[in-house]
């Protein structure tokens, strides 16, 4: 079927599918095709010997070519794939993709520039669609994060609301607290007071609700105002009255729970002692830490978790705090941080060991010292932490 | 961070020499000097550097706010001669840097003793009697050339660029790669070049300087470089046989003689 077809190469170069020109080295077009003379809307007689290429191209173009194509050329030899709008007899204008080649002399100078030229304007249309996809993803990767911003704020108020705004003093008594966000995206569960009862009884509690964000958060919300209110009784009393208004809320459906040590203090300001009651409803075991640097968890025949039988009993510890003496109540974030990639727990041992050391100073060093803990684990620490320390101020010597 | 590694800075020629600092326009990077260097290499050091937001200059260094001015730019010339420890270098400005060179040298005084302005441009924008080429369209028309571009060089190049700093001779084989940067900070760079104007500041050049035109260049045509030998006192003005914006790449031979006829003078 094809015998007898021939093409020749002049006919190539004419109708190619492509504009074909060649410039000399000042850009002056000495050859030009009929493809591109068609696309221009002009006679041969008007480009050849008359215009250079950069004449075809637009004013940005001009710049673009000066400023990128024309530097590359000379140091390549050679540009591919540039895009660039012709302008047509009439004004009208056409995207265009081009590449050049410089062809040398036999002495290596450079004689002529052969640029091939594709029309390019349905590839133009796509490229345009996708830079205005990129913009509007842009826009809205930027209202996701004023969002986001915005939702953290409000969590953060949220989260300041289930806290004491600030710790009050107690006669005769050093306390210090340290509340640390793991994600400033989720509410977490954790909650701690300390308020006055009567004239010389105060009262404290730290605990942390099972779970995260806002369902937990209402239940922290639940325990904070419960505890507040049961707060005249004894410490076993008040979580038993968690435990029933837990259990009766939560119990039909959605199971909430939580951990949580309540106590009672109070100081003898002749003696600097502090006697302190306490009762824990499954929370980690309070760490002593006496002033001559040993320190024990108070493990109480513990009572069950919060909020999970319809009557569960919490017994209650006593323990008194001599002059120096501290007592350190934190949640679960602390010793099930991961220390390492081996996901190694931190631990009640070395609790133990970093508070021993701090034996003897103040609750707030011994928040301090936790607390760089804390951020060290930066990233690993998945959980929110809640620290309370209650302490017996230590005594100067001369008063003994 | 420190500047030579910053500025991409390179040392080559005579160390016993003057000093001559090449400095790039907007598009390109320092290997648009390539054919500038060997003439000058012989008789004098040779100080080349990248722009920050250009070639393998350091683009984490990169400071919008700073490189909106070209009182920026002057201050990466400033830094390059003060970790150098410069005085009375020569100072050649192609394009824009031309007038960077000029805010640099009333930064410096005492390390730029003379301005080689390699088609210089003090405004590229027309301003009633004055002609500078382009319109205020114009340049967005460039910005967007700039744009389409630069969609299938930021995903090819990138990488291969900023990947490799310690490597500059990998950058020979790649295409085009001399000319492409991350692209808003080329994006910045153009902005800054095509919208200063800088005409104020001709006059307070107190230096030996030598100004070189193409016969034909769309971006700094002979009116303007007519403009600057006006305004720039005792300056030297020299037409080269040439066209297009980039002389010292398309007639290097005659771009050279003049640079080294004007160093010549300076002894």
Known sequence: MTAGIEDTAEDAYETAPCGHLSTSMDGTIIKVNRTLLDWLGLTRDAVVGRLRFTDLLTVGGKLYHETHFAPLLRMQGEVGGIALELTRDGGARMPILVSSVVRYDDAGEPLLVRTTIFDAHIRRAYEEE???ERQAADLARQQAETDRARLQDALAVLQQSLLPATIPDVPGVTTAAYYHT??????????????AIDGDRWAFFLGDVCGKGPDAAAVTSVARYTLRAAAMHNPAAALGTLNAVLHERYASGDLRYCTAVFGTLRSDLDTGRVAVRFASGGHPPPLLIRANGSSDFLLSEDGTLIGILPSSQFPQTDVVLDPGDMLLLYTDGLTEARVNR???FYGPEALQTLASRHAGTSPTALVEALSDVLAGFGPRLADDTALLVLGAPARPHNGL | MDILRRNNVAVTGDPDGPTVVLAHGFG????MWRLTVPALARDHRVVLFDYVGSGRSALSAFDEPRYSTLDGYADDVVDVCDALDLHEAVFVGHSVSAMIGVLAARKVPERIGALVMVVPSPCYVDDGEYHGGFSAEDIDELLSSLESNYLGWSA?????????PDLPELGEELTNSFCATDPAMA?????????SDSRADLAAVRVPTLILESTED???????GAYVQAHVKGST?????????????????????????FLATLR
């Open chain 1, 130 to 132: 996708l830079l205005r």
């Open chain 1, 182 to 195: 793991a994600s400033p995206d989720e509410l977490g569960g954790d909650f701690y007071d300390i308020f």
């Open chain 1, 342 to 344: 081996a996901r190694d």
């Open chain 2, 28 to 31: 390109c990077d320092q290997n």
């Open chain 2, 156 to 164: 090819a190049m990138a990488p291969a660029i900023m990947g490799t």
């Open chain 2, 187 to 195: 994006r910045v760079f153009a902005r800054t070049t095509f919208l």
């Open chain 2, 218 to 224: 769309v971006i700094a045509p002979r009116e303007v």
């Open chain 2, 237 to 261: 003005l020299v037409t080269l046989d040439s066209t297009g914006h980039c002389p010292h790449l398309s007639a290097p031979d005659a771009t050279n003689r003049a640079i080294t006829d």
